[in-house]
T-cell receptor
Framework: DQQVKQNSPSLSVQEGRISILNCDYT??????FLWYKKYPAEGPTFLIS?????DKNEDGRFTVFLNKSAKHLSLHIVPSQPGDSAVYFC????????????FGTGTSLTVIP | GAGVSQSPRYKVAKRGQDVALRCDPI?????LFWYQQALGQGPEFLTY????????KSGLPSDRFFAERPEGSVSTLKIQRTQQEDSAVYLC?????????????FGPGTRLTVL
């Protein structure tokens, strides 16, 4: 069963506007969440993370929001740039599993110049 | 510095053939992870190591899959008697410590195609 879900396979946004990528999870024990970005023929690269004790983490143009009661997190990119076009994966980590990641299925973001 | 490297980048195997996929993690990284990514899916956990010890192999799909990291650095994922359903990208990642939330650094992956 898929414990981490990204229900939007793709998203298109105009350059300069906000991109919002969503992720839902089912396991309330997850205590750490991350977003990774992936370009074709490359491995995923780390973008931003958030601990379950927080509800927001910001790094430059990227902000991750966590709503534990809704089991939902989102990634906001403001302003969006063409170089942001990639597949974005959210990942979640349960406690005491040796940092084992559970990934969503990914959302392909296209930023239109 | 050098990142995680994987070889080969692409592998085509005939059904029934054995394959070996190599991962060179970032120097000094204690933890090493293997993931399988099927087309259109996210990476799925296969197994992980802390140094040379394989601490969890619960994600390995069958006993045809075997992973090792004998000296605590380079790791090899071996698939015996490959089947068409083994076709996927195999990703390796390493992290400095075995701490929840520690960033995992991924290699570019090996794309395995089984004919």
């Amino acid at each position: 069963d898929q414990q981490v879900k990204q229900n939007s396979p793709s998203l298109s946004v105009q350059e300069g506007r906000i991109s919002i990528l969503n992720c839902d999870y089912t396991n309330s024990m997850f205590d750490y969440f991350l977003w990774y970005k992936k370009y074709p023929a490359e491995g995923p690269t780390f973008l931003i993370s958030i601990s379950s004790i927080k509800d927001k983490n910001e790094d430059g143009r990227f902000t991750v929001f966590l709503n534990k009661s809704a089991k939902h997190l989102s990634l906001h990119i403001v302003p969006s740039q063409p170089g942001d076009s990639a597949v974005y994966f959210c990942a979640a980590i349960p406690p005491n599993t040796g940092n084992q990641f559970y990934f969503g299925t990914g959302t392909s973001l296209t930023v239109i110049p | 510095g050098a990142g995680v490297s994987q070889s080969p980048r692409y592998k085509v195997a005939k059904r029934g053939q054995d394959v070996a996929l190599r991962c060179d993690p970032i120097s000094g990284h204690v933890s090493l992870f293997w993931y399988q990514q099927a087309l259109g899916q996210g990476p799925e956990f296969l197994t992980y190591f802390q140094n040379e010890a394989q601490l969890d192999k619960s994600g390995l799909p069958s006993d045809r899959f075997f992973a090792e990291r004998p000296e605590g650095s380079v790791s090899t994922l071996k698939i015996q008697r490959t089947q068409q359903e083994d076709s996927a990208v195999y990703l390796c990642a390493s992290s400095l410590r075995l701490v929840n939330g520690d960033t995992q650094y991924f290699g570019p992956g090996t794309r395995l195609t089984v004919l």
